[in-house]
């Protein structure tokens, strides 16, 4: 499975941004999916992730209420709708997906990642 990680760039913080990853090799409709990012000086850290079905969503604290992960299985493809980002928000965000439904680090698959860039 090879993921690709789209949809990055520069915005103003209260602005919106969506990311967008798709899958190829092969389907990903019975993969759990994720996004992770990692700011500079700082380690990888979880952001959203959800379940193969669509029916169950995780997000880490500080993006509850302003990220949303979906999936549409029929495009192999998983997005985040990023609103009201702040400058906390900048990274290089991550896409993962993993066949047994792990939700976290140990995922199987990641992609290479896309910049987000929120200024003040």
């Known amino acids: 499975v090879q993921l690709q990680a789209s949809g990055g760039g520069l915005v103003q913080a209260g602005e919106s941004l969506s990311l967008s990853c798709l899958a190829s090799?092969?389907?990903?409709?019975?993969?759990?999916m994720a996004w992770f990012r990692q700011a500079p000086g700082k380690e990888r850290e979880f952001v959203a992730g959800?379940?193969?079905?669509?029916?169950?969503?995780y997000y880490k604290n500080s993006v509850k209420g302003r990220f949303t992960i979906s999936r549409d299985n029929a495009k192999n493809t998983q997005y985040l709708q990023m609103t009201s980002l702040k400058t906390e928000d900048t990274a290089v965000y991550y896409c993962?997906?993993?066949?047994?439904?792990?939700?976290?680090?140990?995922?199987?698959?990641w992609g290479k990642g896309t910049q987000v860039t929120v200024s003040s």
């Open positions: 993962a997906a993993d066949p047994l439904g792990v939700i976290g680090p140990g995922m199987d698959y």
């Open positions: 090799g092969r389907t990903v409709e019975s993969y759990s």
């Open positions: 959800i379940s193969w079905s669509g029916n169950n969503t």
